[in-house]
């Protein structure tokens, strides 16, 4: 069965780096999204993309976060410079057209330290 | 904006019994909603899709429902079994342009020998 893939499945990074997180969304499949998790709270949207472009944002994804699809399979999240509050776990989606069932990956866990 | 709800926030039961979670939501206005397991420390596993014109969907032992109008939908679970405990979640998507799933807290799910 088709799945989301993302790597690395956690990741420690210093305060201040910049991270990449990483995600294979299933192959037929033209909508990707940005998740995201803080330990013990609701899952959060981040960003969905379409066409080679941000198709919605949310209040969380400012100038420290971008998105691209480098090529035909990936899908990646860029970090700029990580904070504390930058830890969570960080989930990959994807669904075939924009309001189709989506589909996730089994997360990224970063922890800034 | 968007507020979803769900109760219980936890429940256990022995095994056997049938149940059901609850999730409410506070603009009609929606798409379609989405049913969800996590299990701990993993990704999101879709289990239904259910769209705003239909009244029920089932796959399985599963079942959901949805009364837009009311902002409600239930997620029956039949004869429970230990491999249903989990984090079950709700998230509903928007009427308009937007293609975001805004999530629910979750319901903790324990089934007992």
């Known amino acids: 069965e088709p799945e989301v893939t993302q790597t690395p499945s956690h990741q420690v990074t210093q305060m201040g780096q910049e991270v990449i997180l990483r995600c294979v969304p299933i192959?037929?499949?033209?909508?990707f999204y940005w998740y995201r998790q803080i330990l013990g709270q609701k899952v959060e949207f981040l960003v969905s993309?379409?066409?080679?472009?941000?198709?919605?944002k949310s209040e969380i994804f400012d100038d420290q976060f971008s998105v691209e699809r480098p090529d035909g399979s990936n899908f990646t999240l860029k970090i700029r410079s990580t904070k504390l509050e930058d830890s969570a776990m960080y989930f990959c989606?994807?669904?075939?057209?924009?309001?189709?069932?989506?589909?996730f990956g089994q997360g990224t866990r970063l922890t800034v330290v | 904006k968007q507020e979803v709800t769900q109760i219980p926030a936890a429940l256990s039961v022995p095994e056997g019994e049938n149940l059901v979670l609850n999730c409410s939501f506070t603009?009609?206005?929606?798409?379609?909603l989405q049913w969800f397991r996590q299990d701990p420390g993993k990704g999101l596993t879709s289990l239904l899709l259910?769209?705003?014109?239909?009244r029920e969907q089932t796959s399985g032992r599963l079942n959901a429902s949805l009364d837009k109008s009311s902002g409600r939908s239930t997620l029956y679970i039949a004869a429970s079994q230990p491999g249903d405990s989990a984090t079950y979640l709700c998230?509903?998507?928007?009427?308009?342009?937007?293609?975001?799933?805004?999530f629910g807290e979750g319901t903790q799910l324990t089934v007992n020998p």
């Open positions: 993309f379409y066409n080679n472009e941000i198709s919605e």
């Open positions: 603009d009609s206005a929606i798409y379609n």
């Open positions: 989606a994807s669904s075939d057209y924009r309001a189709t069932e989506a589909f």
């Open positions: 192959s037929n499949h033209l909508y």
């Open positions: 998230a509903v998507r928007p009427e308009t342009s937007g293609s975001r799933l805004t």
């Open positions: 259910i769209q705003s014109s239909q």
